[in-house]
């Protein structure tokens, strides 16, 4: 072999041999040679790129790299990511001497020490080892020449890793970084729809240009690695095509030329194996609505933050929902401008699924939760409008054409039982409800209390309606159960006679100043009292703000 051909590790072997006289006797000379010919099969584990090796089962598999000494310690990172099931993974160095750790290349030392990794486990020391299937990271420190192994086992089945080497400590944005609560909420859930929100990448800010999310859907579990989810939508024998992922493969492998994702979303299905996987690339957006799922299924979901330009990915921690049973059983029809109230169980009556024909362009759907928190989803041939959990009132305007066909689902967010009015008109001077101010809170004044009296305020609206005044004397322990657990939808027609204080009348156009307030006298000292007001306009439906606990002074 000429020396321009020869491989690294074998020129290498070769100047310590030369440089060591001594152990060229027969049976050394002969033993060098064996343990040369397994080094030279070793793969070198490349800086500053991620390597694709692949696992045989059972069949260990080894490479390596060298750290030269350093004037300073030297760190170094390791990063070994599973593509597919858990693995056996480890990093080694020859054992030198207690006083000068890490000489075992060095021109000095005995070239016998470089052939310690293939002699037993007595000659080598294991920095790290691991097993499962996580991403899992190692960073150690180096002040002299060494050479340090890598050895990978997969026991399961023949399978690929990827690795990665790097020294440098400014090298962190390789891989896409996650958020400090990686997360995926699921906020919303349909028969066939559900809404996943996460929080953004702190390597979309600034943007990049080369940094998307991506989503997979499946059935059968969570994936913790996105090359575990390419290898699961890949049939057996076949390999994974680039087009499935529109990613460039990078490191020790062939690449390709980085092409970015289109700007409008990547949408694919691939059945592989025993998963079906559906993956969809969303760009910068990090909420999303999966769409054309089965009722009645759990579905896992995982999102991955990628670098497409170097291959590169973080995963969020995986999520998973059940779609509701099929709404086609137990439809119900909304009239326009008619008001329904819904009794939500979270046993025999979870959800309803309300259906609306359009009599013009511009409909408006109003909510009132009259208790607890729920969930409501709007949709129009098969595609989600909008989707939101709330309590209390909410009104969406939507757009579109004469005759189109709305599909309501709500759903209860909690697992006690809730209630909520519903009303849909296309005529909006029909609306049921009346209007509201910014804020539906009663506020009081500490400097306006005394041992007999109390004032409180509260934002009127720019229409003249009536506003009447409630109080009742309750327990100080009560408090949560008497502002939290009532009916929203009850009026004053729910209230006794003597918890009446008042009724006026308050309007201004200026909605700055449309502040009214009302000083209620004739109550005990050191008492507590649940204050509530309620909003009554043209159409006659009360509108209850959030109650108010006040306690009067002990002493004045």
């Given at each position: 072999?000429?020396?321009?051909?020869?491989?690294?590790?074998?020129?290498?072997?070769?100047?310590?041999?030369?440089?060591?006289?001594?152990?060229?006797?027969?049976?050394?000379?002969?033993?060098?040679?064996?343990?040369?010919?397994?080094?030279?099969?070793?793969?070198?584990?490349?800086?500053?790129?991620?390597?694709?090796?692949?696992?045989?089962?059972?069949?260990?598999?080894?490479?390596?790299?060298?750290?030269?000494?350093?004037?300073?310690?030297?760190?170094?990172?390791?990063?070994?990511?599973?593509?597919?099931?858990?693995?056996?993974?480890?990093?080694?160095?020859?054992?030198?001497?207690?006083?000068?750790?890490?000489?075992?290349?060095?021109?000095?030392?005995?070239?016998?020490?470089?052939?310690?990794?293939?002699?037993?486990?007595?000659?080598?020391?294991?920095?790290?080892?691991?097993?499962?299937?996580?991403?899992?990271?190692?960073?150690?420190?180096?002040?002299?020449?060494?050479?340090?192994?890598?050895?990978?086992?997969?026991?399961?089945?023949?399978?690929?890793?990827?690795?990665?080497?790097?020294?440098?400590?400014?090298?962190?944005?390789?891989?896409?970084?996650?958020?400090?609560?990686?997360?995926?909420?699921?906020?919303?859930?349909?028969?066939?729809?559900?809404?996943?929100?996460?929080?953004?990448?702190?390597?979309?800010?600034?943007?990049?240009?080369?940094?998307?999310?991506?989503?997979?859907?499946?059935?059968?579990?969570?994936?913790?690695?996105?090359?575990?989810?390419?290898?699961?939508?890949?049939?057996?024998?076949?390999?994974?095509?680039?087009?499935?992922?529109?990613?460039?493969?990078?490191?020790?492998?062939?690449?390709?030329?980085?092409?970015?994702?289109?700007?409008?979303?990547?949408?694919?299905?691939?059945?592989?194996?025993?998963?079906?996987?559906?993956?969809?690339?969303?760009?910068?957006?990090?909420?999303?609505?999966?769409?054309?799922?089965?009722?009645?299924?759990?579905?896992?979901?995982?999102?991955?933050?990628?670098?497409?330009?170097?291959?590169?990915?973080?995963?969020?921690?995986?999520?998973?929902?059940?779609?509701?049973e099929n709404p086609e059983s137990n439809v119900s029809k909304l009239k326009d401008g008619k008001v329904i109230q819904l009794r939500l169980d979270g046993r025999k009556q979870p959800?309803?699924?309300?259906?609306?024909?359009?009599?013009?362009?511009?409909?408006?759907?109003?909510?009132?939760?009259?208790?607890?928190?729920?969930?409501?989803?709007?949709?129009?041939?098969?595609?989600?409008?909008?989707?939101?959990?709330?309590?209390?009132?909410?009104?969406?305007?939507?757009?579109?054409?004469?005759?189109?066909?709305?599909?309501?689902?709500?759903?209860?967010?909690?697992?006690?039982?809730?209630?909520?009015?519903?009303?849909?008109?296309?005529?909006?001077?029909?609306?049921?409800?009346?209007?509201?101010?910014?804020?539906?809170?009663?506020?009081?004044?500490?400097?306006?209390?005394?041992?007999?009296?109390?004032?409180?305020?509260?934002?009127?609206?720019?229409?003249?309606?009536?506003?009447?005044?409630?109080?009742?004397?309750?327990?100080?322990?009560?408090?949560?159960?008497?502002?939290?657990?009532?009916?929203?939808?009850?009026?004053?027609?729910?209230?006794?006679?003597?918890?009446?204080?008042?009724?006026?009348?308050?309007?201004?156009?200026?909605?700055?100043?449309?502040?009214?307030?009302?000083?209620?006298?004739?109550?005990?000292?050191?008492?507590a009292y649940l204050f509530d007001v309620y909003l009554i306009g043209s159409s006659g439906v009360p509108i209850r703000y959030y109650s108010k606990v006040v306690k009067t002074r002990?002493?004045?």
């Amino acid at each position: 072999m000429s020396g321009p051909q020869m491989c690294l590790p074998c020129r290498f072997l070769l100047v310590m041999c030369l440089s060591h006289p001594l152990i060229m006797a027969v049976g050394l000379q002969q033993n060098l040679k064996n343990e040369m010919f397994r080094f030279y099969h070793m793969l070198m584990l490349a800086e500053g790129k991620e390597t694709t090796i692949s696992l045989s089962k059972g069949m260990p598999q080894r490479c390596y790299f060298v750290l030269k000494e350093s004037k300073t310690s030297s760190f170094f990172t390791v990063r070994v990511t599973p593509c597919d099931i858990p693995i056996e993974w480890s990093i080694r160095v020859p054992k030198t001497s207690a006083d000068h750790f890490g000489k075992t290349i060095s021109g000095n030392s005995n070239a016998q020490e470089v052939l310690r990794f293939q002699k037993g486990p007595k000659l080598v020391r294991t920095l790290f080892s691991y097993r499962g299937n996580s991403v899992e990271n190692y960073t150690g420190a180096s002040h002299h020449s060494a050479v340090y192994m890598l050895e990978f086992l997969s026991i399961e089945k023949d399978t690929q890793i990827k690795a990665y080497l790097t020294t440098d400590s400014k090298s962190d944005h390789f891989y896409p970084e996650l958020p400090m609560d990686p997360r995926i909420d699921v906020i919303g859930i349909g028969p066939t729809t559900v809404t996943l929100a996460w929080k953004q990448s702190p390597s979309i800010l600034p943007p990049q240009g080369n940094i998307h999310y991506c989503l997979l859907v499946n059935k059968n579990y969570n994936f913790k690695t996105f090359c575990a989810a390419e290898t699961a939508t890949q049939p057996t024998g076949v390999k994974l095509s680039p087009s499935l992922v529109s990613l460039p493969s990078t490191g020790s492998l062939p690449s390709q030329e980085p092409k970015a994702p289109s700007k409008s979303k990547v949408s694919m299905s691939h059945k592989g194996g025993n998963a079906q996987v559906k993956q969809v690339c969303v760009g910068l957006t990090n909420t999303y609505t999966v769409s054309h799922l089965t009722p009645g299924i759990q579905y896992y979901f995982d999102v991955f933050v990628v670098n497409f330009l170097t291959n590169t990915s973080a995963a969020y921690t995986g999520a998973f929902a059940r779609t509701l049973e099929n709404p086609e059983s137990n439809v119900s029809k909304l009239k326009d401008g008619k008001v329904i109230q819904l009794r939500l169980d979270g046993r025999k009556q979870p959800f309803y699924n309300l259906l609306y024909q359009a009599t013009q362009k511009q409909v408006r759907f109003a909510f009132q939760s009259c208790s607890g928190q729920l969930l409501v989803e709007i949709s129009k041939d098969g595609e989600v409008l909008m989707s939101e959990r709330f309590a209390g009132l909410r009104h969406f305007i939507l757009k579109g054409r004469l005759g189109d066909t709305y599909l309501v689902h709500l759903w209860s967010a909690e697992t006690s039982a809730a209630s909520v009015k519903v009303q849909v008109s296309s005529l909006f001077h029909r609306s049921f409800f009346p209007a509201l101010p910014e804020s539906l809170k009663i506020k009081s004044f500490k400097k306006l209390r005394s041992c007999h009296s109390v004032t409180i305020a509260w934002l009127g609206t720019q229409e003249l309606s009536k506003y009447c005044i409630y109080k009742k004397e309750i327990e100080e322990d009560q408090t949560w159960v008497a502002t939290r657990k009532v009916d929203r939808c009850s009026g004053p027609e729910s209230r006794q006679k003597s918890e009446k204080v008042l009724c006026k009348f308050f309007h201004d156009l200026n909605l700055q100043r449309a502040v009214t307030t009302e000083t209620i006298r004739g109550l005990e000292a050191g008492t507590a009292y649940l204050f509530d007001v309620y909003l009554i306009g043209s159409s006659g439906v009360p509108i209850r703000y959030y109650s108010k606990v006040v306690k009067t002074r002990k002493r004045c």
